[in-house]
């Protein structure tokens, strides 16, 4: 990346979460726990779903991509935030800095088209069931998935590119415990009116799309659910959406009201920070797993077969 005009500045200070030398060690072993907990129910979906073959659908692939990527996006601040809560010097690179606001633009907008994406999977699912296997092919499924990541890449792209040419002031204090396009415009002493202009207009684009995607095919969802005379058929019509439609209410809900509103250096911003990029990839694998009983029994199989091959050892 070319970087000649932040020559003089080297560095930023994250002030992170807290201040307080006595709440620190409390943050870090909280937040340890949950990257670990996170790490954890995203690497046991996917590998338990490539191991069951019961689960080689179109929404269990699309469930695997997604704790990959809330793999990697909580991978992208929580590391640093742990280590600066450990440390006296509170610092990021300006290169690493950039390089995170570009990983949280690329992994938080795959997100979003993926979410969209799942949406129109259960759309046909349960409004055309008997044309899923002709309209959710493997070929498509693949092209949606990529194609939600070069999305995601694109709109990091436009976002980071134009940032890249401003200079910064000699104030390097970022109120933030990551580095965010948002948290930065109050660092640079150029003109950042089209930077904002061009954040929004992206970002009120791609989430209009998705979420427009995301309620077109959910609204058709609900009209066929209620008309199903089966309390059952209902009920486990309403299980398998509500949660797809939790995992998009958390995600949604945060990140708008993170790049949407004003930035004023507000704790609510780190609220909002914390919820999109630490909490949502820690539930989500909770959200599909624990209703979802195609899983559950899949995990009773994959129990039952260690068991199987423990008791076989002598």
């Known amino acids: ?166 200079d910064f002031c000699k104030d390097q204090s970022i109120p933030h415990y990551s580095c965010e396009l948002p948290s930065l415009f109050p660092l640079f002493c150029s003109d950042v009116s089209t930077n904002i202009t061009v954040l929004r207009c992206s970002s009120l684009l791609h989430a209009l799309v998705t979420c427009v995607l995301i309620v077109c095919s959910y609204t058709p969802i609900v009209s066929t659910i209620l008309s199903i005379s089966s309390s059952s058929g209902r009920s486990k019509a309403f299980s398998t959406c509500s949660s797809h439609l939790t995992a998009v209410l958390l995600f949604y809900g945060s990140a708008f009201l993170r790049y949407f509103t004003p930035t004023s250096g507000s704790p609510l911003e780190l609220v909002f920070s914390v919820q999109y990029s630490v909490v949502t990839p820690l539930v989500n694998p909770l959200i599909y797993s624990l209703k979802n009983k195609e899983v559950k029994a899949a995990v009773r199989r994959a129990f039952g077969k260690y068991l199987q091959y423990s008791s076989s050892w002598p």
């Not at 800095?97 to 259960?122: I, K, N, P």
Request: aromatic share 10%.
């Open 1 to 166: 990346m070319a970087l000649g005009n932040h020559s003089a500045v080297t560095e930023f200070i994250l002030l992170g979460l807290s201040a307080d030398p006595h709440v620190q060690p409390l943050l870090f072993a909280l937040f340890l726990m949950i990257y670990l907990k996170t790490l954890l129910g995203n690497l046991i979906l996917p590998l338990l779903i490539t191991a069951d073959s019961c689960l080689h659908t179109p929404i269990y692939f699309f469930l695997s991509h997604l704790s990959i990527l809330d793999i990697c996006f909580s991978s992208a601040t929580v590391p640093k935030l742990l280590e600066n809560l450990l440390s006296q010097r509170k610092i990021i690179s300006v290169q690493g800095c950039l390089a995170q606001v570009f990983f949280v633009f690329e992994l938080g907008g795959t997100e979003g088209c993926l979410l969209s994406v799942m949406a129109y999977d259960r759309y046909v699912a349960i409004c055309h069931p008997l044309l899923y296997g002709q309209k959710i092919t493997n070929k498509l499924c693949n092209g949606l998935v990529w194609g939600s990541w070069g999305l995601g890449f694109l709109d990091a792209l436009i976002n980071i590119l134009p940032a890249m040419s401003l």
